[in-house]
């Protein structure tokens, strides 16, 4: 059975990839990344890299990989890490109906309630 995400009980893993979204993460962090990457719906929210090392636009991968990536020109980053955090939210929004509204240098409450 694939593991569900409950947006109260593991809040803190979203403030521990806010820090550190690239690197080492802690095996509850890893369990809720690894569940973020599956979305049934074939949809997923992707990083493209616009020019090496320096640009990421976010983009929209259709459930058929034949139809072209849906860039969001709106969406571009000149830190990997930042990006990174967009697609986290994004990711996080689609699993669990809560948005995180705040930029990844920002920190979060401690708890939610939904």
Not at 79 to 104: M, N, Q
Request: with cysteine; aromatic share 10%.
């Amino acid at each position: 059975m694939a593991y569900k995400i409950d947006p109260v009980a593991d809040w803190p893993v979203v403030e521990e990839f806010r820090k550190t979204p690239v690197g080492r993460h802690s095996p509850n962090l890893m369990r809720v990344l690894n569940t973020l990457r599956f979305d049934p719906s074939g949809w997923q929210t992707i990083l493209v890299v616009r020019v090496q090392f320096q640009e990421w636009v976010l983009a929209t991968m259709p459930p058929d990989r034949a139809d072209p990536v849906q860039l969001h020109e709106n969406r571009v980053f000149t830190s990997r890490e930042d990006a990174e955090w967009a697609v986290f939210c994004e990711r996080w929004k689609a699993h669990t109906g809560i948005e995180i509204a705040t930029d990844r240098h920002t920190p979060l409450p401690e708890k939610i309630t939904c």
